[in-house]
């Protein structure tokens, strides 16, 4: 029997792409105050196409016995993008300008891929976001406030505002708990410790297509 949690496995086996993600130049500016507010405009436009797969998806997988689970509506973003969208753009003009950086597209894409084929694989893409969004989203939301003078919690960063989830602890410890029990095998388990490594990545590749897209003023 494995001693060690599959929630625990499962951080301390990302930990080096967490890191890796965490410490990008366009994640390491942002957080710095070094860019304009039109490079955090650009961050949420590519956040966006990554919530529209995982949240689309999510709808899909909401009965599996696997993936279900998972999916909660209080978590969903998308319509939270959309109003910061609208905020960082003025009015709704961005939804007929907007386009995926090739590397968004690539993320997006391996996103759907999973949910169509594979949901545990998806729940290894649900976890890095969304975990992620309840813990470290919360500084990136302060730095944001404080370099580009959006309101507490208010328009611009309300993607970081879970007002469904008052208690984040607690629901990252019920996360946890249903990762611990996932109905998979150790082969399983690993595959899907295997796939967050990738999605790190590919949020890895987004920041980098960033920060060239920003640098460029492309
Ligand atoms: C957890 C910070 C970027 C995914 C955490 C925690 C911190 C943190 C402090 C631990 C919270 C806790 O123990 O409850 C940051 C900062 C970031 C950043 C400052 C950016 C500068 C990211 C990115 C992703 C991510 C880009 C993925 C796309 C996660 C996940 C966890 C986490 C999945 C949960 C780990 C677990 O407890 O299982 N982050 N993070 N983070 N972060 Fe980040």
């Avoid at 990008?24 to 919530?51: E, K, N, P």
């Avoid at 998806?57 to 319509?79: E, M, N, Y």
């Avoid at 602890?169 to 967050?196: F, G, N, Q, S, T």
């Amino acid at each position: 029997m494995d001693a060690v949690p599959f929630s625990t496995r499962l951080r301390t086996e990302s930990r080096d792409r967490h890191e890796e993600a965490e410490q990008s130049a366009f994640m390491s500016d942002l957080l710095g105050g070094r860019l304009g507010v039109d490079a955090y405009r650009r961050y949420t436009g590519q956040l966006w196409f990554v919530y529209r797969a995982l949240e689309s998806a999510g709808d899909r997988l909401a009965d599996d016995p696997v993936a279900g689970p998972f999916v909660r509506p209080s978590l969903a973003r998308l319509p939270e993008l959309e109003r910061d969208l609208n905020h960082l753009y003025g009015d709704g003009s961005w939804r007929a300008t907007l386009t995926a950086l090739p590397a968004t597209a690539a993320y997006a894409g391996r996103i759907l891929q999973c949910a169509a084929t594979w949901p545990a694989g998806y729940v290894a893409h649900h976890y890095t976001r969304y975990l992620g969004d309840l813990s470290g989203g919360q500084i990136i939301r302060d730095r944001a406030e404080k370099t580009w003078g959006f309101a507490h919690k208010g328009d611009g960063v309300r993607f970081y505002v879970f007002a469904g989830v008052p208690n984040p602890a607690a629901y990252k410890r019920r996360y946890r708990e249903l990762l611990d029990a996932l109905p998979l095998d150790d082969l399983e388990l690993r595959r899907v410790i295997d796939e967050c490594r990738r999605a790190f990545a590919l949020n890895t590749a987004m920041f980098r297509a960033l920060e060239q897209a920003v640098a460029l003023g492309a």
